[in-house]
């Protein structure tokens, strides 16, 4: 059974950083591209940022410069630092795993999922 569990979430002001974790259980690391998404109630899920099994990356426009993701197969764990902390990044980060698909922005593309932690940016 895969298993995705996040950590790192809370509280931050304006400008600050947070740095996000997803360890994976239940399926080889090297056979699966990892992402990050990000949703606000009432919102879709939205797309931040992948990184695929030869740790090629994509990410989204409004995160790109601001936010890093890396995989440490070591530890079977994927990463999101986020840096420059804005209030419109408040929202549930979810981490995610895919072992069929390219990486995608679209989270239908995404087989597994994390239960999310929140991270809040208050001004």
């Known amino acids: 059974q895969v298993q995705l569990t996040e950590s790192g979430g809370g509280s931050v002001q304006v400008g600050g950083a947070l740095k996000l974790s997803c360890a994976l259980s239940g399926r080889a690391f090297n056979t699966v591209n990892m992402a990050w998404f990000r949703q606000v109630p009432g919102k879709e899920r939205e797309f931040i940022a992948a990184?695929?099994?030869?740790?090629?990356?994509i990410s989204a426009d409004s995160v790109r410069g601001r936010f890093t993701i890396s995989r440490d197969s070591n530890l079977n764990s994927v990463y999101l630092q986020m840096n420059s902390l804005i209030p419109e990044d408040t929202a549930v980060y979810y981490c995610a795993a895919s072992a069929k698909y390219l990486p995608s922005s679209s989270s239908a593309n995404w087989e597994y999922w994390g239960r999310g932690t929140q991270v809040t940016v208050s001004s």
């Open positions: 990184i695929t099994r030869s740790v090629g990356t």
